[in-house]
């Protein structure tokens, strides 16, 4: 095959688009709140008590940087009420919060969310407050229990989760510019790689790549190893160097406005090995299997669970006896978060995974101490249109430099 | 004065650096075990069961990239007995934490942290086990309590952190390379920096310097403001062009080896105004209050509360009217995480400083609209030796530009 070239794919994203995707989120907001309102609704609930940074962006507009909810104490937690939506903001925030949330109260809040727990419920009348318990700490829920104890916390998760599992237009087109920038970023780093340069470096330049390229940042750290490195599912760069007639495995993302990238890709640097071929052909197979298990299934109109597309994936690396050496699960949503709803695994639960919806399928096959393949593509799926497409759009073929 | 230079810094660290520390940390970790569990057995308790990254290294050495925790499931989780340390990994990371974590037990563990924890809390003779309950979620503490109600999970907030805050002379050898780092970088941007050029591109730009300077990665996400925009303490760049005659902010900071630096300057790009320059020279006055009052008592040999060292910064901002114009605390503690212990705040406790210790000390005035200045130095506080040292050499000297 032609080795790809950075022009294959999607230019970065311009100002317009930007522009486009601000004026979808914020007219889309009132749906998605509509949609939590709701909930509250049939559970008999009056508020929902948000703490993780990705449902504050997505259902108030407020956003944190990605590990900022670190060292930004309560502000961008959040309240949702029948008529309310409340950003809580310390002073570090405030100018902040009332340009990105326009439709919001900014309340001031400090590091103790429990001391103001009481003026806050009260002034949206909460009684019984739905709380993201998979996210908020024990130590918070039992100080604002004690510090109110008429006010009910009512424990519920993946909630906003749900429904950013199912994406609007503007967010595929995010995360299909966040894979352009992915993809270039790669077509354009294969002319370097060459034996004898380190992991660090390569990842180095190819974050450079996507950082220059049209990404704000990245999805996360990139991954680049080396040989028998490769054998770490998530292994982080290192000074070793590039091995001629070994692997050489990249798993990278890019961010676009807040949406994110996965892809991996096991190139070959100098003549692969037998045993190198017959791993990548038995992923590839893999891979391809769970690909077309969801194209079959989306162009008959049927969500199949994800448990099923996991099975494409490990039953062929099974059937090749490799089964123990792929531990993880075939795949996850993408979105906001880098591991987001729906999950592609053996202990995803058993019902129709939601549509539209995208999610990367990335079996791997993992030797210790000898070596790694894994091919990653997110992909999405859209039963309801009969639809599915690869987002990533860089091949999956045997790449040979060097 | 003359513009700093590159080399006015220490140069980045070494390989024999990072091995020497390597070796510092594996010597330092049975000490660190030993006050846990000296703790342990002065509550009465038989475990520790940990959850938050930075203590995960601290304790058994295995590491999570920065964000990794989010995709890393209940990798990394660890817990610590009277005779015994356990990581927990599931198959993306067994590799990884034997490596990492060559004197503790690797025990395999899925995404449900429950289905094994009746068997974990056996295999060390747990009954009675301290929680990390300001950072585990409360779904996971409901569903260990509902899966082994025989043993009683006890609510513990701040253990390793307090000892954390104490820092081994290893700890501020990296941090201080990290300040270097920094400082460095800074210095090579300055004549870089024009009327014209972006936020954003000056941050990228001084990421770029620090990540080939030097660093492994960023403390946090570079903040660069032009005039008005520094008024938001926790802006993020962006397409806003440097502007002649206002104030550009840089709020950064480098990671070597985990450890984190942090430091802010305001400079200024074209003739300053008399408003700006009164700001600074208001904001330096009450940052070089709260060093000296650190350095007075560090001399005495004694340690002040955090709260003290913020009235000394706070009092002068509040006598020259700008009270309600510097919301923040004065300064945080700063190690494996970038905010950590001590507090120096209006809220901070009333105990005396850890020692030795690490803080920042960074007052700040913000005038919404107008204009922000805020300057920020890390300081080690060693009464016991009778000694401080501002580690961020960077001058505080008006700095003019273009």
């Given at each position: 095959?032609?080795?790809?070239?950075?022009?294959?794919?999607a230019?970065p994203p311009t100002?317009?688009d930007l522009?486009r995707w601000a004026?979808a989120d914020?007219?889309a907001?009132?749906?998605?709140?509509?949609?939590?309102?709701?909930?509250?609704?049939?559970?008999?609930?009056?508020?929902?008590?948000?703490?993780?940074?990705?449902?504050?962006r997505y259902?108030?507009?407020?956003?944190?940087?990605?590990?900022?909810?670190?060292?930004?104490?309560?502000?961008?937690?959040?309240?949702?009420?029948?008529?309310?939506?409340?950003?809580?903001?310390?002073?570090?925030?405030?100018?902040?919060?009332?340009?990105?949330?326009?439709?919001?109260?900014?309340?001031?809040?400090?590091?103790?969310?429990?001391?103001?727990?009481?003026?806050?419920?009260?002034?949206?009348?909460?009684?019984?407050?739905?709380?993201?318990?998979?996210?908020?700490?024990?130590?918070?829920?039992?100080?604002?229990?004690?510090?109110?104890?008429?006010?009910?916390?009512?424990?519920?998760?993946?909630?906003?989760?749900?429904?950013?599992?199912?994406k609007e237009p503007a967010e595929v087109e995010r995360i299909r510019a966040a894979c352009a920038v992915a993809?270039?970023?790669?077509?354009?780093?294969?002319?370097?790689?060459?034996?004898?340069?380190?992991?660090?470096?390569?990842?180095?330049?190819?974050?450079?790549?996507?950082?220059?390229?049209g990404a704000e940042?990245?999805a996360?750290?990139?991954?680049?190893?080396?040989?028998?490195?490769?054998?770490?599912?998530?292994?982080?760069?290192?000074?070793?160097?590039?091995?001629?007639?070994?692997?050489?495995?990249?798993?990278?993302g890019a961010r676009v406005d807040g949406y994110r990238s996965?892809?991996?890709?096991?190139?070959?640097?100098?003549?692969?090995?037998?045993?190198?071929?017959?791993?990548?052909?038995?992923?590839?197979?893999?891979?391809?299997?769970?690909?077309?298990?969801?194209?079959?299934?989306?162009?008959?109109?049927?969500?199949?669970?994800?448990?099923?597309?996991?099975?494409?994936?490990?039953?062929?690396?099974?059937?090749?006896?490799?089964?123990?050496?792929?531990?993880?699960?075939?795949?996850?949503?993408i979105g906001l978060?880098?591991?987001?709803?729906?999950?592609?695994?053996?202990?995803?639960?058993?019902?129709?995974?939601?549509?539209?919806?995208v999610?990367?399928?990335?079996?791997?096959?993992?030797?210790?101490?000898?070596?790694?393949?894994?091919?990653?593509?997110l992909?999405l799926?859209?039963?309801?249109?009969?639809?599915?497409?690869?987002l990533?759009?860089?091949?999956?073929?045997?790449?040979?430099?060097?």
């Amino acid at each position: 095959m032609r080795t790809p070239l950075p022009d294959d794919f999607a230019p970065p994203p311009t100002p317009a688009d930007l522009a486009r995707w601000a004026a979808a989120d914020e007219a889309a907001r009132p749906a998605r709140l509509a949609r939590l309102r709701a909930r509250l609704a049939a559970e008999g609930l009056d508020a929902y008590l948000g703490v993780r940074p990705e449902n504050s962006r997505y259902l108030t507009g407020f956003r944190l940087g990605d590990g900022e909810d670190r060292v930004a104490g309560n502000s961008g937690r959040f309240l949702v009420s029948g008529d309310d939506v409340v950003v809580l903001a310390d002073s570090r925030y405030t100018i902040q919060a009332g340009r990105e949330a326009p439709g919001a109260r900014v309340v001031p809040v400090t590091y103790d969310l429990a001391a103001g727990w009481a003026a806050l419920a009260a002034s949206v009348g909460a009684r019984r407050v739905a709380v993201e318990a998979g996210f908020v700490s024990h130590a918070t829920w039992v100080a604002l229990q004690a510090a109110v104890p008429d006010v009910e916390l009512v424990a519920v998760d993946g909630w906003a989760e749900a429904d950013r599992a199912v994406k609007e237009p503007a967010e595929v087109e995010r995360i299909r510019a966040a894979c352009a920038v992915a993809d270039r970023a790669l077509a354009t780093l294969l002319p370097e790689i060459r034996p004898g340069a380190t992991e660090s470096q390569l990842a180095w330049r190819l974050e450079t790549l996507m950082r220059t390229g049209g990404a704000e940042g990245l999805a996360f750290d990139v991954a680049c190893l080396a040989g028998p490195e490769a054998a770490l599912p998530h292994g982080s760069p290192g000074d070793r160097p590039v091995i001629d007639g070994a692997v050489l495995l990249f798993d990278f993302g890019a961010r676009v406005d807040g949406y994110r990238s996965d892809m991996t890709r096991t190139l070959f640097v100098g003549e692969p090995s037998a045993r190198d071929l017959e791993v990548y052909a038995l992923v590839a197979r893999a891979q391809g299997a769970a690909i077309e298990a969801a194209e079959a299934a989306a162009a008959a109109g049927e969500s199949p669970d994800g448990r099923s597309l996991d099975a494409a994936a490990r039953g062929i690396i099974e059937a090749a006896g490799h089964g123990e050496h792929f531990g993880h699960g075939t795949g996850h949503g993408i979105g906001l978060a880098t591991h987001e709803l729906p999950s592609l695994s053996r202990v995803a639960p058993e019902t129709p995974l939601p549509s539209p919806t995208v999610f990367s399928v990335e079996p791997g096959v993992y030797l210790e101490g000898e070596t790694g393949v894994r091919i990653e593509d997110l992909v999405l799926f859209d039963p309801a249109e009969r639809h599915t497409e690869r987002l990533t759009a860089f091949p999956r073929d045997v790449i040979v430099l060097g």
